[in-house]
Structures are given as C-alpha cells and as structure tokens.
C-alpha cells in the first residue's frame, strides 16, 4: 500500500492529455500527482504546465524518465511513438497507460508485453469506453449468463467528420484511420463484453473516401498528408463460435455515433443507446434498467484512471475490467488482420 500519491508523468500533453488532467484533478492531489510533463511542443508543454506547475518539464521523454522516480506514465502521444516511449517508461520503473490505438502492429505490441511482463509491470490501454456505467453493467450480464451465450456482434463507429485536430489520419504516424483510430474503442468493448474470445478469421475491406468527401471542409496541408482509410466493412469469427461485421466511417452522412450490438442465444444487448431486450417465454421483454451518467466520455477517462491508479496504490490482484495481455494482443491482432486482409483481397486466418 502506497502512503503516498502516485507520482504520474505524461508524455506528450495534447487534447486527450488534457482529459486526462482533469480527471487527475478530480482525483485529488492526495490520490494522484502529476509531478513530469513532456511535450516536443513548447507551447503545449507551457499549457500543461499551468495546470501543473511543479511538475518538472521535458521536451525529450528519456530525459523526463531519467531519475527513475514516477509510478505511472500516461503516454498520450500518437501511434508511432507508443512502442518506444512504452519500453522506456517500463524500463524506468514504472506502470504504463498508453492511449489507443495501442501499437502500430502485432509485433511491437509483444515486445511490449513481454517487457511489461519481465518487468512485473502493468501496460494498460486507454479504452475507457469499458468504463461506461452501461459497458459494465452489459459485461457482468454477459458473465452471469442469464442472457445467454454471445453469436452475433454489430460494431460500428461512424463520424461525419475525420479527426483532424491530430494526424489521426496520416498512416505513418497513427498506424491507421477508421479502424485503428476510432473504431478500436467500440471493437475493444464489444469483443470484452462478448467474453474475450480469441479471433480465428477476419476478412475487411477498405477505402479513402477523402477528399472527394469532406475535403472542403479541411486546411490543404491536412489534405497533402491524409492517406489512411476512412471507411471500412469488415468480419470477425471467434474461436467462441461469435462473429462480428465491423463498420467504422469518417465521412458519414447518416447519425454520428459509435457502439454494438449483440445478439445471444436469449436476447439482444446494446451499448448506446443502452438496452436490454430478453425472449421471456416468446415474448420480446425490455429488461434496460435505468442508469446513471451513461455516455459520458470524460466520466469514463476518469474511471479508468481512478481503477488503475488505485490499483497501483493498494497493488490489488489484477481487477476485472483492466485488460490483460491477451486481450490487448488478440485486439492488435484484429486491427492487423483487418489491414492485411483490405491489401491481399483475402481472408486472413489468426
Ligand atoms: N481515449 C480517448 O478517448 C482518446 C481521445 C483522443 C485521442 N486519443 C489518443 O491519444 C493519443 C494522442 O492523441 P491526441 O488527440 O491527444 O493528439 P495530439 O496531437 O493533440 O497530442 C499529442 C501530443 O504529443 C506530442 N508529441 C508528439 N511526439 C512527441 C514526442 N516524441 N515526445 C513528446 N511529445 C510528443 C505532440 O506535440 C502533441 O502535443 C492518440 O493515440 C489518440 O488516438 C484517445
């Protein structure tokens, strides 16, 4: 038990680092410090230091790392840095929380395992759509069983707009677009509340549809560096026997919105909006109960970062809704497969 507050850094401190302060905040200071900020951006790296400001600074995060002295690192940088400054952090000592989309491929993301698993460190993944009031209440039913056996999963994450405020849609530096970028909490959370089944197959299809959709509505130098899919159709078996069709769109005419749906052997489960629908002998019965503060996305950072931070203060056994090395792996692996499958044409088996 740590008589202390967690000692925190975060590595790179743009939009969602700033979530992540705010929750931080709310935590307390007794609870969890945000004592080093690292940022290549200067500007950035003053912004976070005014909500932070004994924090000591960094523009390089090997350096921030160097006096070997914080509990957990937030890495909230894009894609193509998460591998190395992963590795980093966990070779300084401490846990790590890196945002989605965890790595850029399969490979990094075992080395990354593997040296979590070697250090005897935690590495966690920024889904905090697991968090949700609605996510856990699905899970737990989906465990208990009373709804039956998961066979069918709808995943959807459809924008009207691509994320341009970050390179979310430069490959080199996101490892992907609909799917890697967004999709990927939507597909987490599906394939967590379906009982974390190892995919066997997946088969996808891909297209940019930018800037011919779009395109007006963005600066040119967004335009000069788009080259990631904004839209995908994709399908998943699971050794479980589930399968999933995915759906993931940048540039939606139809509502805004990201979430699943599943069929079991008893009802129908729906993330957003929540519901609950059983076969009661024939009879399609609602059984949604009311909740609470569903939906709330900063809600949901909050909670995650609360779990993982109280974790590490009590150094609890691993609890239920933090993934495991499996599940961050098999999640990697649906996203690669998914890619592979859009180049070759082919169905690619796991
Ligand atoms: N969980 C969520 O709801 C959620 C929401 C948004 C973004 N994200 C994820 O968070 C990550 C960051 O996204 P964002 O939208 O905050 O991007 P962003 O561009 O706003 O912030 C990234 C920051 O990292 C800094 N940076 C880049 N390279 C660096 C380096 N080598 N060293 C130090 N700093 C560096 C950049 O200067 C920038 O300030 C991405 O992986 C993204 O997918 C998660």
């Not at 600074?57 to 894009?78: G, K, N, S």
């Not at 924008?159 to 999709?183: F, N, R």
């Not at 996808?204 to 899919?229: M, N, S, W």
Request: glycine share 10%; with cysteine; charged share 20%.
């Amino acid at each position: 038990m740590l008589d202390r507050a967690v000692r925190i850094g975060m590595i790179g401190c743009g939009t969602q680092a700033h979530v992540h302060f705010g929750a931080l905040q709310a935590l307390g200071a007794e609870i969890a410090i945000v004592t080093a900020i690292c940022d290549l951006d200067d500007e950035r790296l003053a912004k976070a230091g005014e909500v932070w400001p004994e924090a000591r600074r960094a523009t390089d995060y090997r350096a921030m790392l160097e006096p070997a002295d914080l509990d957990l690192v937030i890495v909230a940088t894009m894609p193509n840095t998460h591998e190395a400054m992963s590795l980093a952090s966990l070779d300084a000592g401490a846990h790590v929380l890196c945002e989605k989309p965890f790595m850029m491929n399969v490979e990094q993301a075992e080395n990354v395992l593997a040296k979590a698993a070697d250090t005897g460190l935690q590495i966690q993944l920024g889904t905090n759509m697991r968090y949700m009031p609605s996510s856990q209440y699905l899970h737990d039913l989906v465990r208990g069983g009373s709804i039956g056996e998961p066979v069918f999963g709808k995943v959807w994450g459809c924008h009207d707009i691509p994320p341009v405020w970050a390179p979310h849609y430069h490959l080199a530096t996101s490892g992907g677009g609909v799917l890697a970028s967004t999709l990927v909490h939507a597909l987490d959370l599906a394939m967590w509340v379906g009982g974390s089944p190892n995919p066997i197959t997946v088969s996808a299809a891909t297209r940019q549809l930018f800037p011919g959709k779009r395109g007006a509505k963005v600066a040119p130098e967004i335009h000069a560096r788009y080259d990631a899919e904004d839209l995908i159709g994709g399908f998943v078996r699971f050794d479980n026997g589930t399968f999933f069709s995915l759906e993931g769109n940048w540039c939606s005419e139809g509502k805004d919105w990201h979430s699943f749906e599943l069929t079991t052997t008893r009802g129908t489960i729906t993330g957003a909006p929540f519901s609950i629908k059983a076969d009661i002998d024939g009879a399609i019965v609602d059984q949604t109960p009311p909740l609470a503060g569903d939906g709330d996305w900063g809600k949901s950072v909050y909670v995650q970062d609360a779990a993982l931070i109280a974790k590490i203060r009590t150094d609890s056994a691993q609890p239920e809704a933090v993934q495991d090395a499996r599940q961050l792996l098999n999640l990697q692996k649906v996203i690669d497969a998914c890619y592979e499958s859009a180049r070759s044409g082919r169905e690619v088996a796991l």
